[in-house]
């Protein structure tokens, strides 16, 4: 499983899964109308936009930060699904943009395995990434 | 093609085709002539913004979508929205009647589920 993700055509598959999915879930916020929707498509659509540069850019800056637009990711589609399931409406279309964000966040998830090898790693290379502007008691020590 | 790599490529494939469509929940199609009043939305607002019902027993009320955005009426007995009369199912660029139960004679306010700013008021009388 571990050498399968590690492949590249699995990392874009990968990446091309999240690109997808998060556009769909963009463009049915945006199809919704109102502000709220249109704000929450919006994001998505940036977010999109993000992973896709950090997927891509051979920038060290980016390189850097690219563990941001899969914990932005991940945490703006557990809130908007938490946002759903308090406020409604129920009915078919918020179920299948729900089903698609659970099968996101599960993607994120299994690529942020694929590229740091756990969560930890992520939180590692976030903590690392900031590093020189943290106290010195929260650097991440080398191992 | 390996099997996980399908059903990547399936799951993407699903969620954009889900996305372009226009599916909403319990869409009926239906003549709003038949019905005993008629609202359309319209640029995310129903017209007309008060419609008059008959008090004291079932009507039915067509509400005719002409936004491509999914709207339903739902009814409470005032502006507060604490205490929900009546929730009818989404409709999307087409028409839905609904069969709403008996009302006293009063005022109430309804509005769309998806949109808040969408609001109208349903007079029960004779």
Redesign the interface.
């Known amino acids: 499983m571990t050498k399968?993700l590690g492949s590249r055509?699995?990392g874009f598959?990968?990446s091309?899964?999240i690109v997808?999915?998060t556009?769909?879930?963009a463009?049915?916020h945006l199809?919704?109308?109102?502000l709220l929707?249109t704000l929450n498509g919006l994001g998505y659509a940036g977010l999109a936009a993000l992973f896709v540069i950090g997927a891509v850019s051979p920038m060290p800056i980016v390189k850097r930060f690219s563990w941001f637009p899969r914990l932005a990711l991940i945490g703006y589609t557990a809130m908007t699904i938490a946002g759903y399931l308090v406020m409604?409406?129920y009915?078919?279309?918020g179920f299948?943009?729900k089903g698609?964000e659970a099968?996101l966040i599960g993607?994120v998830v299994v690529d942020v395995i694929r590229v740091y090898g756990s969560p930890m790693g992520l939180v590692r290379s976030a903590l690392t990434s900031v590093a020189p502007v943290l106290p010195a008691r929260f650097r991440p020590q080398p191992a | 093609m390996k099997p996980i790599r399908l059903s990547l490529l399936a799951v993407a494939l699903a969620a954009v085709m889900a996305a372009c469509g226009s599916t909403s929940g319990g869409e009926t199609p239906t003549d709003p002539a038949t019905a005993d009043v008629t609202v359309t939305s319209v640029d995310m607002a129903f017209d007309p913004g008060t419609v008059n019902v008959p008090a004291g027993r079932t009507f039915t009320l067509a509400l005719v979508n002409q936004d491509s955005m999914p709207h339903n009426v739902a009814i409470y007995t005032d502006e507060s929205r604490s205490e929900k009369l009546f929730e009818g199912e989404m409709v999307t660029d087409g028409t839905i009647t609904y069969e709403i139960p008996a009302l006293d004679a009063g005022e109430y306010f309804f509005d769309c589920s998806l949109h808040p700013d969408m609001t109208g008021t349903l007079v029960a009388g004779d």
């Open positions: 399968l055509t699995a598959v990968l091309a899964a997808a999915l556009l769909a879930t463009n049915i199809g919704l109308g109102g929707f409604g409406p009915f078919t279309l299948i943009t698609i099968v993607l």
